[in-house]
């Protein structure tokens, strides 16, 4: 079993910086990719980026792209999501996820709240 946990997120201005970290535990050797997803109240879950174990493929959604950056350290098994000039909309459950099947995501964290204040 993987195991994951999120942390970080908290209130910040708008123009702000925040970095969440998912932290992996567990069968670590079954994952081959961690995700980052964001759900705001009355919203479908978004895809907010990824990036392969190896740290060779990485992906944004396109609402985050040139804001945030995911990165990884293979060393601590904890994939980090740097987020920058943060927006009212960027209000969301940030959530992880691995990928451990082909074409499926989970075990998921348990999320962790970013709210950005304007």
């Known amino acids: 079993q993987v195991q994951l946990e999120e942390s970080g997120g908290r209130l910040v201005q708008a123009g702000g910086s925040l970095r969440l970290s998912c932290a992996a535990s567990?069968?670590?050797?079954?994952?081959?990719?961690v995700g980052w997803f964001r759900q705001a109240p009355g919203k479908e879950r978004e895809f907010v980026a990824g990036?392969?174990?190896?740290?060779?493929?990485?992906k944004y959604g396109d609402s985050v792209k040139g804001r945030f950056t995911i990165s990884r350290d293979g060393g601590k098994n904890t994939v980090y999501l740097q987020m920058n000039n943060l927006q009212p909309e960027d209000t969301a459950v940030y959530s992880c996820?691995?990928?451990?099947?082909?074409?499926?995501?989970?075990?998921w964290g348990q999320g962790t709240q970013v709210t950005v204040s304007s």
């Open positions: 567990g069968r670590t050797f079954n994952i081959y990719r």
């Open positions: 990036i392969t174990w190896s740290g060779n493929v990485i």
């Open positions: 996820a691995a990928g451990v099947r082909v074409g499926d995501w989970g075990p």
